[in-house]
């Protein structure tokens, strides 16, 4: 699926730069916390440490994990929402959303750019075209590392400046977001078993007859595809499910959908803003977008695929087992779930059997994808 936000995004010399600056802590503001901190390869591309992922400070949501984050509810669908409010319209730009967050990297785009221009200018002009000078003869920084959209240092660059370190940075993401369309969960025992449905087989003997019972309650009685449907297991959408706001460092209110609408639509870095690539800037979905249309306390649906490798669960991080997952949905949410007064009208209770939790569990264990090229899973040398 072609990404028209980003030129690069199937460029394999990008991937390679992108993947260098996934594991680089050097940009955050204690030289320590990169990308792969709270989206830890061996945790399926989540963070495992605890319910909320944990930068320079706890954030107030758990990190959804990278796998197939380049891909929405549809093969053809060219865009999918990003973070669990949907206030990024592109892999690129949630990427450039946790340098400057203070919670999660407390970093600045002129700390990046730098950081570019110091260890990757090579490698990045023969990708995006050559960079404008950051340092002085003797070394000293042209623009204070300080200087990002709403302080002092920025307000006192020019616009020309302004506009390169915010190019530099744009590219950054773009990279990064290169990378990241590498992390896909595809081919599965369950992908294998549908396609041997496809060519006109009546039954396969690749899923046990566990695994193709809670396929039935998948589909059937569990009432899943209500959300998870399509190749990716997503709607990618966003729901209320009533999860209640409690947890270690999770706020007793989180307005999900409804603060992420405003965000996106405000976002510079956004498909129509000045730094994407698409041809028709009329053509993205954020200009379709009305602020006061974003769902209270609804979330994103996240894809089932690999769903095994990446818990914790739901945007609080606060079930930690697939177990405690159907619970929930079995139960219809929590009776003081967020803004209770408006879930999804889908949360209502199932009443599964304890045998078909088990066979549910048991299908979405189907969904663990092939192993990834263990090339992209650590720095490259």
């Not at 030289?31 to 930068?55: I, L, M």
């Not at 959804?64 to 380049?70: E, K």
């Not at 407390?106 to 075209?129: K, N, Q, W």
């Not at 003997?205 to 998870?228: N, P, S």
């Amino acid at each position: 699926i072609p990404d028209p936000t980003n030129m690069y995004a199937d460029d394999p010399d990008a991937a390679a730069l992108g993947q260098k600056f996934f594991f680089d802590p050097r940009y955050s503001s204690n030289g320590a916390v990169s990308c792969a901190t709270c989206h830890e390869p061996s945790q399926g591309f989540a963070d495992a440490r605890g319910n909320t992922s944990e930068g320079i400070s706890y954030t107030p949501r758990a990190s959804m994990s990278v796998f197939n984050g380049a891909y929405g509810a549809a093969a053809e669908e060219l865009m999918t929402w990003q973070f669990w409010d949907g206030r990024k319209d592109s892999q690129w730009s949630q990427a450039l959303g946790p340098p400057e967050n203070p919670a999660e990297m407390a970093s600045t785009r002129t700390t990046v750019a730098l950081l570019v221009y110091d260890a990757y200018r090579p490698e990045y002009e023969a990708i995006f075209g050559a960079m404008p000078e950051l340092r002085d003869g003797a070394g000293a920084a042209l623009v204070p590392a300080a200087a990002m959209p709403g302080t002092p240092e920025w307000d006192a660059l020019s616009a020309t400046q302004k506009a390169d370190i915010s190019l530099i940075y744009a590219n950054f993401g773009k990279a990064i977001a290169a990378y990241e369309r590498l992390v896909v969960s595809r081919n599965s025992r369950f992908d294998s078993f549908w396609n041997d449905l496809a060519k006109g087989a009546k039954d396969s003997d690749i899923l046990t007859e566990q695994e193709k019972a809670g396929l039935r309650v998948f589909i059937g009685a569990g009432r899943c595809l209500g959300c998870h449907g399509g190749p990716n297991f997503t709607d990618g959408q966003f729901h209320n499910i009533a999860v209640p706001q409690i947890g270690d460092n999770v706020p007793s209110s989180d307005l999900g959908r409804a603060d992420g609408v405003g965000s996106v639509m405000a976002d510079e870095f956004n498909c129509a803003g000045p730094w994407s690539d698409h041809p028709d800037k009329s053509a993205c979905a954020v200009m379709n977008l009305d602020s006061a249309q974003g769902e209270i306390g609804a979330f994103k649906t996240p894809s089932l695929r690999s769903i095994g490798s990446t818990g914790p669960y739901m945007h609080t991080g606060g079930l930690a087992t697939l177990a405690e997952v159907i619970q929930h949905y079995d139960i219809g949410g929590a009776p003081s779930g967020t803004f209770d007064g408006v879930r999804d009208e889908l949360m209502r209770p199932l009443s599964l059997t304890a045998g078909q939790r088990a066979d549910l569990i048991a299908f979405l264990m189907t969904l663990e994808g092939e192993p990834l090229d263990p090339a992209i899973l650590e720095p490259p040398p």
